[in-house]
């Protein structure tokens, strides 16, 4: 019984990373958004760690896919007029959107170059926070549709890497 539960991790182990190999690598992301050039004040507030953690989030679907020296570069810009166009004073939170180019390079690999919009609104990230969810009932609320926004945006980048 031992032996064979070891055998069927080790078996698992190495399908895993079989799987990982076929998968496109990355070498860097890169997200730039001008929160500074928000003048919303609470839009601002509110998208202020957005390059970081959109970073990080996708870097943390990436497992095993990263490669320093032969990954491709995903450069992404945020269009800072969709991030303040939610928090106007006739629209609250539900209406924000997070729009950005995304862009793939890579250095040797022509055919890993790949360039497209992606928009992610409040709408496509509300199922995931559950029915009757109020983004603008507390600011920790506010902060979970936030990073439920980031994570789809993350998810879609992801599943478009060649």
């Not at 970073?55 to 020296?69: H, R």
């Not at 919009?117 to 199922?127: I, M, R």
């Amino acid at each position: 019984m031992k032996k064979t539960l070891i055998a069927l991790a080790a078996t698992t182990i190495l399908a895993g990373a079989a799987f990982a190999e076929g998968l496109p690598t990355v070498k860097e992301i890169d997200v730039t958004a001008d929160i500074a050039s928000v003048s919303n004040s609470k839009a601002a507030e509110y998208w202020k760690n957005l390059e970081g953690d959109l970073e990080n989030a996708i870097l943390a679907k990436l497992v095993d896919q990263t490669d320093k020296e032969d990954g491709a570069k995903v450069i992404i810009d945020i269009s800072e007029v969709e991030l303040a166009d939610g928090f106007t004073d006739t629209m609250g939170l539900e209406k924000s959107v997070l729009k950005g180019i995304v862009n793939e390079t890579h250095d040797r690999d022509n055919s890993r170059f790949n360039s497209y919009e992606l928009t992610v609104s409040y709408d496509q990230a509300a199922p995931m926070l559950g029915e009757g969810f109020n983004p603008n009932a507390s600011a920790e609320d506010a902060r979970r549709a936030y990073e439920v926004m980031v994570d789809v945006f993350a998810d879609h980048v992801v599943k478009n890497l060649k």
